[in-house]
């Protein structure tokens, strides 16, 4: 498998069998994904792979919390407070496209919920993998750790696995740091779904768009 074939390949998804990851499969990616370059080498990367029954009773907790109407808060604002345009019409195009694979109206608020909710059990994936960063650190680790996730993610496409990055689980620091003994003054970055795909399920079934190079890009060549 060449990078491009990796690149193309990569895909958020979001139903897993269920099959365990195999220990040597996941210390092969973050090795491999440990070559992610990174400012002056700081490497800022902490990981936390959470598996079996640690995460399911994370997972219980957050899930519990969440439908307690508690939206939790994260570490660090990822999305914008105002959405402007053009991304307030491609994260409402996202969110369209799951719903409508899944059959999910505008009006079934449960339904939304409960397709929610399964973030914070990473969609049922064996792996749960946490990132986290010292908060000493400053906005450029965030451009190393982009960089770092990504790599993690082409690199299970390599072993045959799959993956859906997590924003969401950033919204319960304080339960996850509580449960894994990180540090109260570390930054969680975000989560990440890790497993073998359900290429039956229709949540998997369909594939986001993206703009042509020509959108995006000026050239000043001569
Ligand atoms: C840092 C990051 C966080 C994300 N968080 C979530 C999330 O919490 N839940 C989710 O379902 N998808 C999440 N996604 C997946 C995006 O929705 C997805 O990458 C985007 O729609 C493009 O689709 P693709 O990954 O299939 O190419 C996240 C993606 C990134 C890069």
């Known amino acids: 498998m060449n990078v491009t074939e990796a690149l193309k390949q990569r895909k958020s998804v979001r139903a ?6 195999e220990k040597n499969k996941i210390n092969a990616i973050l090795e491999a994904a440990s070559h992610a370059p990174s400012g002056v080498n700081t490497q800022p990367w902490q990981v936390a792979v959470v598996t079996g029954v640690k995460k399911k009773t994370l997972q219980e907790q957050i899930e519990t919390t969440f439908r307690s109407g508690d939206k939790g808060k994260a570490d660090y604002p990822y999305y914008p407070e105002k959405w402007i345009e053009p991304y307030k019409s491609r994260r409402k195009a996202c969110g369209l496209q799951l719903y409508s694979a899944l059959g999910i109206t505008r009006e079934d608020k449960q339904r939304q919920l409960d397709q ?12 749960m993998l946490l990132f986290f960063m010292e908060s000493a650190m ?17 690199s ?23 449960a894994l003994d990180y540090p109260d003054d570390s930054l969680l970055v975000c989560g990440m779904a890790l497993g073998y795909e359900d290429k039956e399920a229709i949540v998997n ?11 995006f890009t000026r050239y000043f060549m001569d």
Not at 118 to 127: K, L, T
Not at 162 to 173: E, G, I, K, T, V
Not at 205 to 215: K, N
């Open 156 to 178: 299970a496409v390599e072993q045959g696995l799959a993956s859906c990055p997590l924003a969401s689980l950033s919204h319960y620091p304080h339960i996850i740091k509580a």
């Open 205 to 215: 079934s369909y594939r986001t768009p993206r703009l042509e190079v020509s959108t």
């Open 138 to 154: 400053q906005t450029g680790s965030f451009m190393d750790y982009g960089m770092f996730l990504q790599s993690v993610m082409l």
């Open 116 to 127: 929610w909710a399964a973030n914070y059990r990473a969609f049922d994936a064996p792996v």
């Open 16 to 21: 897993f069998l269920n099959k365990a990851v």
